[in-house]
C-alpha cells in the first residue's frame, strides 16, 4: 500500500502534487535543490489549503494535518530514501529528467513506484535510465492540481500492469479520476489540447479575429473555462512551445508546426502569466483581463 510519496520538483505542479497527496493523508517529503523554491511552495500550498478551508470544501484539522504531514529536502537521495512511491515534477527539459531517474533509482527502495508528471517526454526513454523500467509510469496532473479531475496515466513500452493498476487505484484515493493512455508524443491531453491552441494562435497570427473574440467564441461556443489563448498564457508559452516541437518531430508531420508568433512571442520573453505578459497582460491582484498593447486594433 502506498504510503510515503516523494514529490521532485516544488514549481506550481510540485507543489500542487505534494497538496493533494497530503490533503489525502499522505506522508509527503517535497524535494527541490533550492530551499528558496521549497519555502515558497510551502506558503503557496499553506494559502490553497486555507482557501479551501475558506470554501468549506476541507476541515481545519484536514488542513493542519495535510501541513504537517509535508516535509522538505534539497538531496533527491535522502528525499526518496523512504519512498513508496516518488513523482517527479522538474521542468520539462529531457536531460534534467533522465538524470532525476537515475538518482532516485539509485537510492530509492527497490519496490518504489517512480512515476513523471511530465506533459510531453517519452516515459519509455525515462524508463531506460533506470534499472527498473517495469516500474516507471507516466502521472500526468493538471494545473491546478488541487481543481483538476484528471490524471492521464501513461504506460511506458515496459511498465506492468501491476504498476499500471496500482496507480490507477491510487488516483482513485487521491479522489481524481484516471485515464490510462499509452506512451507516444503528448500522450492524449497534449495531443489534442496543443494543436487547438497553436490553431487559435495561426487564427490570430492571419488577421481572422482579435483575442478577445476567439477566446470569447471557445469560452462561450464550447463551454470552455478559459479560452485557448488564455489557457496558452496560463500554462506557459514556453511550455506549449516545447510541447509542439516534440509533436512535431515525434510525428514528423508538419501539422503540428508552431506558429511563427508563438515562437517569436517565446523569443520576446512573453512567455504569459508567470512572466506578466503573453496575449494578456497581468496586473497582480486583478482577475480582469487586458488584451497586451500589440494585439490591440
Ligand atoms: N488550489 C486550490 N483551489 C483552487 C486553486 C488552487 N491552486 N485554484 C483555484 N482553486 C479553486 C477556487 O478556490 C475555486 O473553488 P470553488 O469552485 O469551490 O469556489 C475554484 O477553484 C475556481 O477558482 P476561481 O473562482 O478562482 O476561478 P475560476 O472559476 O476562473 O476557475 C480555473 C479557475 C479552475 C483555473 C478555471 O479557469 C479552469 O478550469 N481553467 C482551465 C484549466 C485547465 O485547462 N487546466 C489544464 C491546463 S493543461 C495542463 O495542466 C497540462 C499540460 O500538460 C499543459
Known amino acids: 500500500m502506498i504510503q510515503n510519496v516523494s514529490v521532485i520538483g516544488a514549481g506550481t505542479m510540485g507543489n500542487g502534487i505534494?497538496?493533494?497527496?497530503?490533503?489525502?493523508?499522505?506522508?509527503?517529503?517535497l524535494i527541490d535543490v533550492s530551499q528558496a523554491q521549497l519555502?515558497?511552495?510551502?506558503?503557496?500550498?499553506?494559502?490553497?489549503?486555507?482557501?479551501?478551508?475558506?470554501?468549506?470544501?476541507?476541515?481545519e484539522t484536514i488542513q493542519a494535518n495535510a501541513l504537517a504531514s509535508i516535509s522538505t529536502n534539497t538531496s533527491i537521495a535522502e528525499?526518496?530514501?523512504?519512498?513508496?512511491?516518488?513523482?517527479?515534477?522538474?521542468?520539462?527539459?529531457?536531460?534534467?529528467?533522465?538524470?532525476?531517474?537515475k538518482q532516485a533509482d539509485a537510492a530509492a527502495p527497490a519496490a518504489a513506484i517512480l512515476a513523471s508528471n511530465t506533459s510531453s517526454i517519452s516515459i519509455t526513454k525515462?524508463?531506460?535510465?533506470?534499472?527498473?523500467?517495469?516500474?516507471v509510469i507516466g502521472m500526468h496532473f493538471m494545473n491546478p492540481v488541487p481543481v483538476m479531475q484528471l490524471v492521464e496515466i501513461i504506460n511506458g513500452?515496459?511498465?506492468?500492469?501491476?504498476?499500471?493498476?496500482s496507480i490507477q487505484a491510487l488516483s482513485v484515493?487521491?479522489?481524481?479520476?484516471?485515464?490510462?493512455?499509452?506512451?507516444?508524443?503528448?500522450?492524449?491531453?497534449?495531443?489534442?489540447?496543443?494543436?487547438?491552441?497553436?490553431?487559435?494562435i495561426y487564427s490570430l497570427y492571419e488577421g481572422v479575429a482579435g483575442v478577445l473574440e476567439?477566446?470569447?467564441?471557445?469560452?462561450?461556443?464550447?463551454?470552455?473555462?478559459?479560452?485557448?489563448?488564455q489557457l496558452a498564457d496560463f500554462i506557459g508559452l514556453d511550455v506549449c512551445l516545447s510541447i509542439l516541437l516534440v509533436l512535431h518531430n515525434g510525428f514528423g508531420n508538419p501539422k503540428y508546426a508552431p506558429c511563427p508568433l508563438l515562437v517569436n512571442m517565446v523569443a520576446a520573453?512573453?512567455?504569459?502569466?508567470?512572466?506578466?505578459?503573453?496575449?494578456?497582460?497581468?496586473?497582480?491582484?486583478?482577475?480582469?483581463l487586458v488584451v497586451s498593447p500589440r494585439f490591440r486594433k
Open 18 to 29: 505534494a497538496h493533494v497527496f497530503a490533503q489525502h493523508g499522505f506522508k509527503v517529503q
Open 39 to 59: 519555502d515558497k511552495a510551502i506558503a503557496t500550498i499553506g494559502k490553497n489549503l486555507a482557501r479551501q478551508v475558506q470554501k468549506g470544501s476541507i476541515t
Open 79 to 101: 528525499g526518496v530514501a523512504g519512498a513508496d512511491l516518488v513523482v517527479e515534477a522538474a521542468t520539462e527539459n529531457t536531460a534534467l529528467k533522465l538524470e532525476i531517474f
Open 126 to 135: 525515462i524508463a531506460a535510465a533506470t534499472k527498473r523500467p517495469e516500474k
Open 157 to 165: 513500452y515496459a511498465t506492468s500492469a501491476d504498476v499500471t493498476d
Open 173 to 200: 484515493r487521491l479522489g481524481k479520476t484516471p485515464c490510462v493512455v499509452n506512451d507516444y508524443p503528448g500522450f492524449i491531453a497534449n495531443r489534442i489540447l496543443m494543436p487547438m491552441i497553436n490553431e487559435a
Open 214 to 229: 476567439i477566446d470569447t467564441v471557445m469560452k462561450l461556443g464550447m463551454a470552455h473555462p478559459m479560452g485557448p489563448l
Open 269 to 288: 520573453g512573453k512567455l504569459g502569466i508567470k512572466t506578466g505578459e503573453g496575449f494578456y497582460v497581468y496586473t497582480a491582484g486583478s482577475k480582469d
